[in-house]
C-alpha cells in the first residue's frame, strides 16, 4: 500500500501536475490522520475493555467478601442476643428475694459465660487492595462514594467494638472473680474446696459489675453490627445491580 502511494506521488511529480499533487498530499495527511484517530479510539476501547474487566474482577472479589460479611454478622447478632437473654435470666434469678449467695455461686460457675463471643475482623482484603492501588476509581462515582462510606463505617465498627472489648476487659481484671468451672484446669473435689474460700462478699459486688458490664457493651455491639448488617446488604444489593 505505501508502495502505491509511492508511486503515483513521483508519476505526479515527474508530469509536474503541482496542483494535483497538492491535493493528493493533502488527501494522503488526512487518511494519516483518520489512520491516527481510528488506532486511537481502538486503543481507547481497549483500555476501556481492560479497566472494565478488571473491574468486574474486583466487584466479584468485593460482592464475595461481603457475603461472607452478612453471613458472619448474622451469627454475631444471633449469638449476642442470646448472651444478652442469658444475662437478663441470670440477673431476674438473682433478684428473686429466695435465692442466696451459695445458689448465686453454683449459677456463676455453670451458667454464667465469660467471654464475648465476637468476630473482630471483616473480609476487607479487596475494599483494601482497591484503596492501595486507586482502582477504586473504576467505579462509577456513586459506587465509589458507597466503597468509601462503607469503608469508614467498618473501621469505626471495629475500632468501637476493640474499646468496648477494652472496656468489658477492664471490668474482669478489676473484679477478681474466680474463673467458672467451664475454665479451670482444676475438677472434682479440690475446685469446691477453692470455692469454699472465695470471699462471698467481694464476690457479689464484683459478679453483679461483670454481669451489667457485659449486658452494656452485648446491647452497644449489637447496635453496630445491626447498623453495619444493613449498610452491608444495602452496598451487596448496589454491587449486584451495577453493570
Known sequence: MIKFFRNIRQQLLSQNRFSKYLLYAIGEIVLVVVGI?????????????????????????????LEKDVNQLKIDIDTTIWDIENCKAIGDKISKNEFDIDSLIKLYRNDFHFFIYVERNFNRNTIEALLSTGNIDLFKDSIYDDLMRFNNLQKEVVSAIETELGFYTNY????????????????????????????KDKFVLGFNSV????????????DNRKRLLKETESL????SNDE
Open 37 to 65: 484517530l481510528i488506532a486511537l479510539q481502538v486503543n481507547n476501547w481497549n483500555e476501556q475493555r481492560k479497566r472494565h474487566k478488571l473491574k468486574d474482577v474486583y466487584k466479584r472479589a468485593l460482592i464475595e467478601d
Open 172 to 199: 474482669l481484671t478489676q473484679s477478681d472473680l474466680p474463673q467458672i468451672d467451664e475454665v479451670s484446669m482444676i475438677r472434682g473435689e479440690n475446685l469446691d474446696k477453692i470455692w469454699s474460700f472465695i470471699d
Open 211 to 222: 454481669l451489667n458490664s457485659k449486658s452494656i457493651v452485648n446491647k452497644f455491639n449489637l
Open 236 to 239: 451487596l444489593e448496589i454491587l
